[in-house]
């Protein structure tokens, strides 16, 4: 048996950082539960001056990730440099070398997943990826393996802290996107570069997996339709609080026998959800499953500390695994790549929902009979319409909610609304989710 497991960490940001502290904090620990010690060897990142608050022996953290790559002593490689260029490029590279990898890189997995995880399956080495969705949430482990005996239907939830984070501090505390998006940054809690997490693209490779993980069927990244919360104003958040609702920012996915639904995208949540509830940068993910029925996963998925303990739980798996001589022994996604057969998606544009649509229209006779004419004309029926008062000289907000309605219908009306002269800017659309049970 093989005395102790050696790793190198190929990126040295805040997670890595994370991943050093915990291996160091609880290293006796983490050594009787696998066996052996689990030795972080080598460290490369292109800062090597940087005081990130760990200390390290000497000549553990290099400048150069060939001195991870090419040294045949170090066993696992955790690639936490982000990215799909470089990063794709050594993780191939590292199961060739027979090396196991851990990465949390879900962009790398949304898009170029089919050709790692088939290298990983054929070069039967190991591939951990539960840091890359949920942060700290066992959610990846748990489709995968405690519940692969059941089917399941949907699985949605709130998998980007950012977002969550945004729109909580605005509906608790007030303020505009701009300015919380500014205080989160200045706080550290949302990047220089938020676009990722704002505009859903975080959330849709998350979900990209979460529906690989889920169904055993595979839709491309594109095949999810994507919207962020830049849009989301004060507004919305007092009609929606007025409603029952709070604003979330959700991923779902829903089988429709071989076909799957996706979508990204701020909606209107009854503040009695389960969903409801989730503050700050607290992730979700609801599984409505067969046999399980519904079930919920909690917890911290963003940050340094909670997305370490994804990384190390990861680390000592794959260790445990070559010490038992059993790599491979699950698939990455739970089912071995060939069997994932592609879904059929169902474009956004078919969808079905119900709708929340705030426009400003001038205050004038027969303006809302012209948006309701135009709604009417598209198919879309009014469940409910509330009027406030003149926010602007003679214009006032005018907010309707739709009856259940096709998406082709709904932008149609929406177009011939924005048109009319009556009707100023643009109109402001956001889901309803009433109907998924969690
Ligand atoms: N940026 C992500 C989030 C964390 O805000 O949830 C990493 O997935």
């Known amino acids: 048996m093989q005395r102790a497991i050696r790793v190198g960490l190929i990126g040295f940001g805040t997670i890595g950082t994370g991943v050093v502290k915990l291996l160091k904090r609880n290293r006796e620990q983490i050594r009787d539960r696998v066996g052996v010690p689990v030795d972080l060897v080598r460290i490369a990142d292109i800062d090597t001056k940087r005081d990130r608050g760990v200390r390290l022996a000497k000549g553990v953290l290099v400048g150069d990730a060939r001195k991870v790559l090419d040294d045949p002593s170090i066993d696992i490689v955790i690639e936490l440099m982000g990215g799909t260029g470089l990063a794709r490029r ?34 039967l080495v190991e591939i951990g990826y539960e840091a890359s969705v949920g ?33 909580s501090r605005m509906s608790q505390e007030g303020g505009d996107f701009q300015t919380v998006l500014a205080e989160a940054q200045a706080d550290g809690l949302a990047e220089a570069d938020p676009s990722f997490d704002v505009d859903g693209v975080d959330a849709a490779h998350k979900l990209t997996l979460l529906i690989q993980l889920a169904f ?90 909670p997305t370490a303990t ?53 205050d004038k006779p027969g303006a809302l009979s012209h948006i309701t004419g135009a709604m009417g004309r598209a198919g879309v029926s009014i469940a409910s319409m509330v009027q406030r008062g003149q926010k602007r000289r003679g214009s006032a907000t005018v907010v309707f909610r739709t009856h259940r309605a096709n998406h082709r219908a709904l932008n149609k009306a929406v177009t011939a609304i924005d048109k009319l002269a009556t009707v100023r800017g643009k109109s402001v659309v956001l889901r309803i989710e009433e109907s998924l049970s969690g």
């Open 216 to 305: 055993g069927r595979k839709i491309g990244f594109d095949d999810v339709s994507t919207e962020g919360i830049r849009k989301i104003t004060q507004d919305d958040i007092a009609f929606a609080a007025e409603f029952g609702f709070v604003l979330k920012h959700l991923a779902v996915a829903v089988r429709h026998g071989d076909r799957i639904e996706a979508r990204v995208h701020p909606a209107m949540v009854p503040r009695d959800h389960a969903l409801g509830g989730i503050n700050g940068a607290l992730n979700a993910i609801v599984l409505q499953s067969e046999a399980l029925e519904s079930s919920m996963y909690v917890g911290l998925g963003a940050g340094m500390m």
């Open 90 to 123: 050594f993780m191939l590279e590292a199961f060739k070398a027979k090396k196991d990898v851990v990465t949390a890189n879900k962009a790398l997995l949304a898009h170029h997943g089919d050709e790692i995880f088939a290298q990983a399956e054929k070069s």
């Open 310 to 362: 994804a990384v190390v739980g990861d680390l000592m798996e794959i260790a445990r695994n070559r010490l038992h001589g059993c790599r491979g022994r699950v698939a990455p996604l739970g089912f071995p790549v060939a069997s994932l057969v592609k879904a059929k998606p169902i474009a956004a544009a078919d969808a079905e929902g119900t709708y929340y649509l705030r426009m400003q229209v001038a």
């Open 135 to 167: 942060g700290g949430i066992p959610i990846i482990r748990t489709l995968r393996e405690a519940l692969g005996g059941d089917r399941h239907q949907a699985v949605f939830g709130i998998v980007n802290g950012t977002t969550n984070y945004i729109l």
